[in-house]
């Protein structure tokens, strides 16, 4: 099994950058394929990128595409969400996830380790 303990989250205003790290432990960090999913207030938990165990591979959701980049350090066992021009909407609680086959999806309940999350506020 592994953890997953994100930070990062702040409060920061729209067109600006933050970078949001997700440290692992436990069993070998490189054997998970790794996601960010973020929840807004009273709405459901979203898919925001994943990216394969190599990080030969990534996917994003539209909504962040070009905007967003998730890579990871197999070494310091950390995935990061660079995320630049925010906006208000990307206002969210942001949770990393970890997922034992190494095929990326977007539905949350395909991902078998949570971590608690970071609180991201964009201000307009």
């Known amino acids: 099994q592994v953890q997953l303990v994100e930070s990062g989250g702040e409060l920061v205003q729209a067109g600006g950058s933050l970078r949001l790290s997700c440290a692992a432990s436990?069993?070998?960090?490189?054997?998970?394929?790794m996601g960010w999913f973020r929840q807004a207030p009273g709405k459901e938990r979203e898919f925001v990128a994943a990216i394969t165990r190599s990080g030969s591979t990534t996917f994003y959701s539209d909504s962040v595409k070009g905007r967003f980049t998730i890579s990871r350090d197999n070494v310091k066992n950390t995935v990061y969400l660079q995320m630049n021009s925010l906006k208000p909407e990307d206002t969210a609680v942001y949770y990393c996830a970890a997922r034992d086959l190494n095929i990326l999806v977007v539905t949350t309940h395909d991902w078998d380790y949570w971590g608690q999350g970071t609180q991201v506020t964009v201000s307009s």
């Open positions: 436990g069993r070998t960090f490189g054997n998970y394929a």
